[in-house]
């Protein structure tokens, strides 16, 4: 209908279908990683792109072949179900593993009615085989600067022999065999250059964002980030009358370290307080989140927990820095900390209010003798 009425040959109108369908994911899966950070879900973009990825070419394949199933023609959308196999096999391996493929190729085999025909047992291997070829590809080459050829060694073999599969089962000419599978290279390439130009936008995005919420000596999130995942959490909490727990901390005389021993042993006991105190969240609970809200001023929010329940993971990240030596030019910095810790309360309006009553709790501790835990 293209070529007759708008004089539009059909491997343009499939190049822009192609384009299509890989604009609809990257719209659709960016809208719901938005949806997912929005929430505060500890879900990597890297996980929701992959698993969404699987979900839409795998519907995207299905839908195809339900216009021709049983038809004589029903290998007419193969290039674009193999474009799917080619994304998944290669841009989403990392999580993907080829051990899925053969039990989804044998259910879509049963869906075509075609599990009698030994070719199509012949097809379905050969697509395992693309299929683990570009897994092996993508994890071992892909930094490099040969991984476009290696990605084209592999699919331009695999998909003539593929095509050789399907001249066989529905007799088609070598014509058409010829004219499909460089259709297929075609798509292959753009494919390749369309998701690269994406992922490294999508890459530069995400430093962008990494660095506007993280602290650069530290690599811990910021006051930036604080605000945002503490308002979301506030308004969560009170919204389903969840508990919520702020600890803050103080390293005690930082002001003295660095005139003592100079700003790089300051950077090293920040960087290593940091590291102690994320090794304790990593062990106990991840959910927990950590900030650097000042210089050396620190805070923890304890998302669904009661200021009782807080109580021994407070004491173990307070053992554990103030049991710290760090080296720094030779000698030994043993540095301490001050906390004050806090739960949401009926009367707090907004996070502010349970920040304040933190902070002077902190400051109680500050004010008598310091290195020492004030909770209210």
Known sequence: MTWTNWHVAPFVTSVFFVLGVLTLYWASVSWLKRWIHGHHWEIT????????GVLYMVTFTFSLQALVVGQTYDWQFMNFQLMAIIF???FLSDRVAGIWLFPTVIVFMIYNHSMTSWLSWGHTVTLCVLFWGLNIAYRKWHTRRLAPVIYLAIIIPCGWLLWYWMKLKYQLSWRMLTLQWLYLVVFAILLYSY???LTRDSEL?????RFASHDSLTQTANFAAYVEVGDCWFAKCKRTDQPLTMMMFDIDHFKQINDTHGHLAGDDVLQQVVA???TVLDETDPRIRLFRTGGEEFNLLFSDYHLAATQPIVAQIFSAVNHLQVVADGLQIAPTISVGVSELQGVDHELIDLYNRVDRNLYHSKRN???????A
């Open 45 to 52: 973009d890297r996980t929701i792109e992959t698993w969404y």
């Open 88 to 90: 998944c096999g290669y």
């Open 369 to 375: 003798g310091r290195m020492q835990i004030t909770s």
């Open 195 to 197: 998701v690269i130009m």
């Open 205 to 209: 995005k995400q430093r962008l964002k």
């Open 276 to 278: 102690t105190v994320q």
